[in-house]
C-alpha cells in the first residue's frame, strides 16, 4: 500500500525503532508563573513559538498528547505561557456541504510537541482545570507489574530533522507508527542537498524508492521522499552540512 503525505489510519494528503499505547494518571496541580511568552509564529506545515522559560534544567522536547480533538487549544495555551511548541500541520481538500473546502489538519493526529522540562510541563499535563485532555506520550519499560513508564523525549537531532521533512508539505513524505510498518533500513546518514538538506536518520527503502528515514523509538518513522543517492553520505556525530 503506497502511502503519500499519510499518517496510517487517515485520509491521503496535499531518527531512529515500535510504539505502545500512552496511558497516564491525573492529578491536580497548580500553574506555576511564568515569563510573558512571544507570538506563536503560524505556518502551513506547523507552529512553533519561541519563549523565554525560567530555569536552570536542560529544556527537552516532549511529546504531548490531546485527546478529542483538543490539539490547537492545548498547544496555543502552552504558547501563551510562554511553552516552545511545535504542531506540524498539512493542508488538505476535503467535501464539506457538498463543496470542496481546503482545510489544516495535524500531520500527526491528537500529536504536538514542547520543549521545556519535565517538572515544568507535569503542571500543565496534570491542570485539570484548564487543560483536562493533555496528557503526556509515555515510553513502558520492563514486563509485567514491573514495567514502568516515563514521557517519551524527542532528541533535538531528530526534532529538527522532523521539522525539516514536515516542513515540505507537498512532498511523498511517510509517517507510520513503529509497530504498524519497517522500513528496510540501513546506515546512519546526513543529507547533504536538496530540499531535505540537514535530515539525519536511516537510509530506508520504501516503494522502491531511496530515502531517510528518522526513527524515534516507540513512537513513530517518518520518512523524506526520494532524496538522490549522491545527497547523501554517512554520519559522524561532527558532521554538518
Do not use: H, W
Given at each position: 500500500m503506497e502511502l503519500k503525505s499519510a499518517v496510517i489510519?487517515?485520509?491521503?494528503?496535499?531518527?531512529?525503532?515500535?510504539?505502545?499505547?500512552?496511558?497516564?494518571?491525573?492529578?491536580?496541580?497548580?500553574?506555576?508563573?511564568?515569563?510573558?511568552?512571544?507570538?506563536?509564529?503560524?505556518?502551513?506545515?506547523?507552529?512553533?513559538?519561541?519563549?523565554?522559560?525560567?530555569?536552570?534544567e536542560p529544556l527537552r522536547w516532549y511529546v504531548l498528547r490531546a485527546t478529542y480533538g483538543r490539539v490547537?487549544?492545548?498547544?496555543?495555551?502552552?504558547?501563551?505561557?510562554?511553552i516552545e511548541v511545535y504542531h506540524p500541520t498539512i493542508f488538505v481538500y476535503?467535501?464539506?456541504n457538498g463543496k470542496r473546502k481546503r482545510?489544516?489538519?495535524?500531520?500527526?493526529?491528537?500529536?504536538?510537541?514542547?520543549?521545556?522540562t519535565e517538572e515544568i510541563l507535569k503542571t500543565y499535563v496534570f491542570d485539570n482545570v484548564n487543560l483536562p485532555h493533555l496528557r503526556?506520550?509515555?515510553?513502558y519499560a520492563g514486563l509485567g507489574n514491573e514495567r514502568t513508564k516515563e514521557p517519551l523525549i524527542v532528541p533535538d537531532r531528530q526534532m529538527e530533522s522532523l521539522k525539516i521533512i514536515c516542513g515540505h508539505k507537498e512532498a511523498d513524505n511517510v509517517v507510520v507508527p513503529n509497530d504498524k510498518h519497517q522500513f528496510e533500513k540501513g546506515e546512519t546518514v546526513i543529507v547533504t542537498d536538496g530540499d531535505?538538506?540537514?535530515?539525519?536518520?536511516?537510509?530506508?527503502?520504501?516503494?522502491?524508492?531511496?530515502?531517510?528515514a528518522v526513527i524515534i523509538d516507540d513512537f513513530l518513522t517518518i520518512a523524506t521522499a526520494y532524496v538522490p543517492r549522491g545527497y547523501l553520505k554517512p554520519y559522524t556525530p561532527n558532521d554538518k552540512t
Open positions: 489510519g487517515d485520509a491521503q494528503r496535499d531518527p531512529e525503532g515500535g510504539t505502545t499505547p500512552p496511558r497516564t494518571g491525573l492529578t491536580p496541580d497548580a500553574l506555576p508563573e511564568v515569563s510573558t511568552p512571544t507570538e506563536a509564529e503560524n505556518s502551513q506545515t506547523g507552529v512553533s513559538t519561541n519563549y523565554i522559560q525560567p530555569t536552570k490547537k487549544a492545548s498547544y496555543e495555551y502552552l504558547a501563551q505561557k510562554g476535503r467535501m464539506v482545510l489544516e489538519e495535524s500531520r500527526l493526529p491528537n500529536i504536538f510537541f514542547a520543549q521545556s503526556f506520550y509515555y515510553r531535505f538538506k540537514g535530515v539525519i536518520g536511516k537510509v530506508a527503502r520504501y516503494c522502491k524508492q531511496l530515502r531517510v
